[in-house]
């Protein structure tokens, strides 16, 4: 009984006009309803002060138009709002990054001689260029090489970088943050800065490497690439795996080591599989940094495919002298592209995977 | 099995002292609980044993072989961390057999290792469960199958009951009991929990502030603490302590006095400051004290707060008169208060003027400057009267 008493006697307080802010959002609702009596309202406020402000559907057709009405109702649920921004930046990032695919597919597909106005469908069908890729040009060579310089840079990135990153994330030592700061301000260098002392170290003769490359010098091998590259893409790998190392526990190490491992082992079978995540985000970085890399790539081989001439130079291949395949480079550009995206995908669920399993929980 | 003996370590960080020159003795097959608060070096300590830190100065001995530069994995030790610490990418049976796993064992063995481990702490069923499927306990568990998996020679247990909740703290308390009675090992346990020291272990170790205190049997250290710190911080509630000077005849504190004579206490003279300790048990009323062989003389006192805890009552006691304040600080550390318990079925209730009596046997005196202890237990005196007249005068 006495809880029904005070129910009604705080009904009548909200529909009190003594009530400043009660006052305040009637006289609000009388503007947007441009003046209408609102008798209705009157006794609805009673139960909820201010919710039929905006979302009057009674008489909401008499003074709003749709897009006044879609206001209304994305005031009132704001998560209406976010959702159709999300959609919004959703549709617009994937338009700017798949249209050029898109494009290129056209061109790609276009018989040669018919590329002067394609705009949004191809002039003709003609599949055969993604053969004729590979008949023009040894081009699944070029993909070989390309993919060893990669892989190559990716595991010494990733072996190098995790020792790295278990000294600075894990170990105190003198010279710590001097020492990081040394290997972000490297990062900071414009790789051609590199490029004129490299080509003159890679273009000498060592003796020690005449069994390895032939002549001696490391021109034409996948060293010449995979050397300064690998050096190129180390900070960010040494950066992504200091955070991840340093936030394993401590426990967990000193366990390991306990049990019978050294330090190099509780990095090897504790530390680098709880943080796989992490892992997997800087080779995956670092793989596609590698593959898609330009300037090394070009300078380093004389474009050979039996000297480990990469993707770029397959791709430019096609622009001979006198005339340019562009149906071709379209082609094989899409083909190249394939190998990163599956690699993206996959390596993707596993970062996902490893970042929802809680791998941490103590 | 081993002995484990430490000599001389300390270990000094760029601004600290964890450990400051400890030395001990752990025997074969011995259940030995360093203990102390939050920072006192316990940890550290353990962790030279281990092998986890390398002392700055003394050396570590497991059995005969000094182990000061060994790796920890060349050690023969196996560690129970308080955080569990099991490997969360691994299931239960490979995070027991993982020691096995890093040493040429034939998986025969492996697995008939990690059964018998796996049986003598109860997770039969549960080996290929992954860590985060298991409740607090069967980690725990889990983490001491990993440890005795290897037979080690000394166990090192690092708190590692603080994560548990209350109720299953004791019980694993019982447990690791049973398993130390069964394997025999060496164990080295750290704890701040005093409860689990007194009931777990041979001999306590208790350590502040980075220096050994007191290494003994728990009653030991109960019944005859070393000194002022090992007396406040064994017991709970910890002991009564009131600063006195000591004088021709007694000791004379802020708000009683206690005869004795000063040819009784070593070490100290008349006019030195010596600080008296008493337990809480060891106060009684005045009026209930008739069967006790020897009293102080009663100390007037009111009664401020009572807390009933079941089997006892404890009594908090404002000696003088304007006390009052500050109940909420550590009774230890203020004389003008005094921490009595009662049993449950005393008359006695709050805001009542009462005299309350220590039991003079069980009084200890510290010297106040050093807190090292002077002396536990005073002899009996015949004269309870003399005690009362001369506080009048």
Same mark, same amino acid.
């Given at each position: =009984?006495?809880?029904?008493?005070?129910?009604?006697?705080?009904?009548?307080?909200?529909?009190?006009?003594?009530?400043?802010?009660?006052?305040?959002?009637?006289?609000?609702?009388?503007?947007?309803?441009?003046?209408?009596?609102?008798?209705?309202?009157?006794?609805?406020?009673?139960?909820?002060?201010?919710?039929?402000?905006?979302?009057?559907?009674?008489?909401?057709?008499?003074?709003?138009?749709? @897009?006044?009405?879609?206001?209304?109702?994305?005031?009132?649920?704001?998560?209406?709002?976010?959702?159709?921004?999300?959609?919004?930046?959703?549709?617009?990032?994937?338009?700017?990054?798949?249209?050029?695919?898109?494009?290129?597919? =056209?061109?790609?597909?276009?018989?040669?001689?018919?590329?002067?106005?394609?705009?949004?469908?191809?002039?003709? @069908?003609?599949?055969?260029?993604?053969?004729?890729?590979?008949?023009?040009?040894?081009?699944?060579?070029?993909?070989?090489?390309?993919?060893?310089?990669?892989?190559?840079?990716?595991?010494?990135?990733?072996?190098?970088?995790?020792?790295?990153?278990?000294?600075?994330?894990?170990?105190?030592?003198?010279?710590?943050?001097?020492?990081?700061?040394?290997?972000?301000?490297?990062?900071?260098?414009?790789?051609?800065?590199?490029?004129?002392?490299?080509?003159?170290?890679?273009?000498?003769?060592?003796?020690?490497?005449?069994?390895?490359?032939?002549?001696?010098?490391?021109?034409?091998?996948?060293?010449?690439?995979?050397?300064?590259?690998?050096?190129?893409?180390?900070?960010?790998?040494?950066?992504?795996?200091?955070?991840?190392?340093?936030?394993?526990?401590?426990?967990?190490?000193?366990?390991?080591?306990?049990?019978?491992?050294?330090?190099?082992?509780?990095?090897?079978?504790?530390?680098?599989?709880?943080?796989?995540?992490?892992?997997?985000?800087?080779?995956?970085?670092? @793989?596609?940094?590698?593959?898609?890399?330009?300037?090394?790539?070009? *300078?380093?081989?004389?474009?050979?495919?039996?000297?480990?001439?990469?993707? *770029?130079?397959?791709?430019?291949?096609?622009?001979?002298?006198?005339?340019?395949?562009?149906?071709?480079?379209?082609?094989?550009?899409?083909?190249?592209?394939?190998?990163?995206?599956?690699?993206?995908?996959?390596?993707?669920?596993?970062?996902?995977?490893? *970042?929802?399993?809680?791998?941490?929980?103590? | 099995?081993?002995?484990?003996?430490?000599?001389?370590?300390?270990?000094?960080?760029?601004?600290?002292?964890?450990?400051?020159?400890?030395?001990?003795?752990?025997?074969?097959?011995?259940?030995?609980?360093?203990?102390?608060?939050?920072?006192?070096?316990?940890?550290?300590?353990?962790?030279?044993?281990?092998?986890?830190?390398?002392?700055?100065?003394?050396?570590?001995?497991?059995?005969?072989?000094?182990?000061?530069?060994?790796?920890?994995?060349?050690?023969?030790?196996?560690?129970?961390?308080?955080?569990?610490?099991?490997?969360?990418?691994?299931?239960?049976?490979?995070?027991?057999?993982?020691?096995?796993?890093?040493?040429?064992?034939?998986?025969?063995?492996?697995?008939?290792?990690?059964?018998?481990?796996?049986?003598?702490?109860?997770?039969?069923?549960?080996?290929?469960?992954?860590?985060?499927?298991?409740?607090?306990?069967?980690?725990?568990?889990?983490?001491?199958?990993?440890?005795?998996?290897?037979?080690?020679?000394?166990?090192?247990?690092?708190?590692?009951?603080?994560?548990?909740?209350?109720?299953?703290?004791?019980?694993?308390?019982?447990?690791?009991?049973?398993?130390?009675?069964?394997?025999?090992?060496?164990?080295?346990?750290?704890?701040?929990?005093?409860?689990?020291?007194?009931?777990?272990?041979?001999?306590?170790?208790? *350590?502040?502030?980075?220096?050994?205190?007191?290494?003994?049997?728990?009653?030991?250290?109960?019944?005859?603490?070393?000194?002022?710190?090992?007396?406040?911080?064994?017991?709970?509630?910890?002991?009564?302590?009131?600063?006195?000077?000591?004088?021709?005849?007694?000791?004379?504190?802020?708000?009683?006095?206690?005869?004795?004579?000063?040819?009784?206490?070593?070490?100290?003279?008349?006019?030195?400051?010596?600080?008296?300790?008493?337990?809480?048990?060891?106060?009684?009323?005045?009026?209930?004290?008739?069967?006790?062989?020897?009293?102080?003389?009663?100390?007037?006192?009111?009664?401020?707060?009572?807390?009933?805890?079941?089997?006892?009552?404890?009594?908090?006691?404002?000696?003088?008169?304007?006390?009052?304040?500050?109940?909420?600080?550590?009774?230890?550390?203020?004389?003008?208060?005094?921490?009595?318990?009662?049993?449950?079925?005393?008359?006695?209730?709050?805001?009542?003027?009462?005299?309350?009596?220590?039991?003079?046997?069980?009084?200890?005196?510290?010297?106040?400057?050093?807190?090292?202890?002077?002396?536990?237990?005073?002899?009996?005196?015949?004269?309870?009267?003399?005690?009362?007249?001369?506080?009048?005068?």
């Amino acid at each position: =009984m006495s809880d029904d008493h005070e129910t009604t006697e705080s009904t009548e307080s909200d529909g009190n006009s003594d009530d400043p802010l009660a006052e305040r959002w009637r006289q609000a609702r009388r503007i947007t309803d441009g003046g209408q009596p609102a008798e209705r309202g009157r006794e609805r406020d009673q139960d909820a002060p201010h919710a039929f402000l905006l979302e009057d559907e009674d008489d909401a057709e008499l003074d709003r138009g749709p @897009f006044q009405q879609w206001v209304a109702t994305s005031i009132s649920n704001p998560k209406r709002a976010y959702r159709a921004m999300f959609y919004t930046a959703t549709i617009f990032f994937l338009l700017t990054t798949l249209f050029p695919f898109y494009w290129l597919l =056209m061109v790609a597909l276009t018989p040669e001689g018919q590329q002067q106005d394609i705009i949004l469908t191809p002039n003709g @069908f003609n599949p055969g260029a993604f053969i004729e890729v590979f008949q023009t040009l040894p081009f699944h060579w070029y993909m070989f090489n390309s993919f060893v310089i990669a892989t190559a840079s990716t595991v010494v990135v990733l072996v190098v970088a995790s020792l790295a990153g278990y000294a600075f994330g894990r170990l105190e030592f003198p010279g710590k943050t001097p020492l990081m700061l040394l290997v972000l301000i490297i990062s900071f260098f414009p790789p051609a800065a590199f490029f004129i002392p490299l080509n003159d170290l890679f273009n000498t003769q060592f003796f020690a490497l005449e069994p390895i490359t032939g002549d001696g010098t490391l021109y034409n091998t996948p060293g010449a690439m995979v050397l300064p590259l690998s050096a190129i893409f180390m900070p960010l790998a040494i950066f992504i795996l200091t955070t991840f190392y340093a936030q394993i526990p401590d426990g967990l190490e000193d366990a390991a080591r306990v049990e019978g491992t050294t330090r190099l082992g509780a990095l090897f079978r504790v530390i680098i599989p709880l943080s796989a995540p992490g892992v997997a985000t800087a080779g995956v970085l670092t @793989f596609i940094a590698v593959y898609n890399e330009f300037f090394f790539s070009f *300078l380093m081989t004389d474009g050979q495919p039996e000297n480990w001439a990469p993707i *770029l130079e397959g791709i430019l291949g096609y622009q001979g002298q006198y005339e340019v395949m562009y149906h071709l480079m379209a082609a094989s550009s899409i083909i190249g592209v394939i190998p990163v995206a599956i690699l993206v995908i996959v390596a993707q669920e596993k970062i996902v995977s490893g *970042l929802t399993a809680g791998a941490l929980k103590e | 099995m081993a002995r484990v003996r430490l000599e001389h370590i300390t270990k000094r960080y760029e601004d600290v002292t964890a450990v400051d020159d400890v030395s001990l003795e752990v025997a074969d097959g011995e259940f030995v609980t360093f203990v102390g608060p939050s920072g006192c070096g316990k940890s550290t300590t353990m962790e030279t044993v281990a092998g986890l830190t390398r002392p700055s100065e003394g050396n570590v001995y497991i059995g005969d072989d000094e182990v000061t530069n060994l790796a920890p994995k060349d050690r023969g030790v196996a560690m129970v961390f308080q955080n569990i610490a099991l490997f969360p990418h691994m299931d239960v049976f490979e995070n027991i057999s993982f020691g096995l796993r890093l040493r040429t064992y034939d998986d025969e063995e492996i697995r008939r290792r990690v059964e018998q481990a796996a049986d003598v702490v109860q997770l039969e069923g549960m080996l290929d469960r992954m860590p985060d499927e298991l409740s607090g306990g069967q980690r725990q568990r889990v983490a001491i199958a990993r440890a005795i998996v290897r037979n080690p020679d000394v166990f090192l247990m690092d708190e590692p009951l603080a994560n548990l909740d209350a109720k299953l703290r004791v019980h694993m308390r019982t447990e690791l009991q049973r398993l130390h009675r069964e394997l025999g090992t060496t164990i080295i346990y750290v704890t701040h929990d005093q409860a689990e020291a007194m009931t777990m272990s041979d001999r306590i170790a208790v *350590l502040n502030e980075g220096r050994l205190q007191q290494i003994a049997p728990p009653l030991t250290c109960y019944n005859e603490p070393a000194n002022r710190f090992v007396a406040g911080f064994i017991g709970s509630p910890s002991m009564n302590f009131a600063d006195g000077e000591l004088v021709a005849d007694g000791l004379e504190t802020d708000n009683f006095r206690v005869d004795l004579d000063p040819g009784e206490v070593p070490g100290v003279t008349v006019g030195d400051a010596v600080t008296l300790g008493v337990r809480p048990e060891d106060v009684h009323i005045a009026s209930a004290a008739g069967d006790l062989p020897a009293v102080t003389a009663p100390i007037e006192a009111r009664t401020d707060v009572l807390e009933p805890m079941g089997d006892e009552v404890f009594v908090y006691l404002l000696l003088a008169e304007e006390a009052g304040r500050s109940m909420a600080e550590d009774p230890a550390t203020a004389s003008d208060q005094l921490l009595m318990s009662v049993t449950p079925d005393t008359e006695v209730h709050e805001e009542q003027d009462l005299e309350v009596v220590l039991d003079r046997s069980k009084l200890h005196l510290f010297d106040s400057a050093s807190g090292e202890a002077l002396r536990h237990g005073l002899v009996e005196r015949s004269e309870p009267e003399s005690g009362e007249t001369s506080k009048a005068g």
